[in-house]
């Protein structure tokens, strides 16, 4: 069964760090984009962070210079590095990727920052 497992959620004070990690399981052929989408108590789901099968990257404007998402291509991992977090970062954060095709979503993590 192909899925994917995120890691790495939890609750820090305003300014701290984290890290979510994400693995892609099961009979993967292709990975292509793969991306970091959170949502907040009555908010829509929003995209944070993605990457594609080349490399590029892109951020939502409001974790630019402080989040960075990374990839480990032979590991079949994504992972979003949180630095200065603040409250307003607190929601469930999903990984999301295009596997053999298809668009699979992780089953989140919760990140809470609290002030």
């Known amino acids: 069964q192909v899925q994917l497992v995120e890691s790495g959620g939890g609750m820090v004070q305003a300014g701290g760090s984290l890290r979510l990690s994400c693995a892609a399981s099961?009979?993967?052929?292709?990975?292509?984009?793969m991306a970091w989408h959170r949502q907040a108590p009555g908010k829509q789901r929003e995209l944070v962070a993605g990457m594609t099968s080349s490399g590029k990257t892109n951020y939502a404007d409001s974790v630019k210079g402080r989040f960075t998402i990374s990839r480990d291509f032979a590991k079949n991992t994504v992972s979003l590095q949180m630095n200065s977090l603040e409250p307003e970062d607190t929601a469930v954060y999903y990984c999301?990727?295009?596997?053999?095709?298809?668009?699979?979503w992780g089953q989140g993590t919760q990140v809470t920052v609290s002030s």
């Open positions: 999301n990727a295009v596997l053999n095709g298809l668009t699979r």
């Open positions: 099961g009979r993967i052929f292709s990975i292509d984009d």
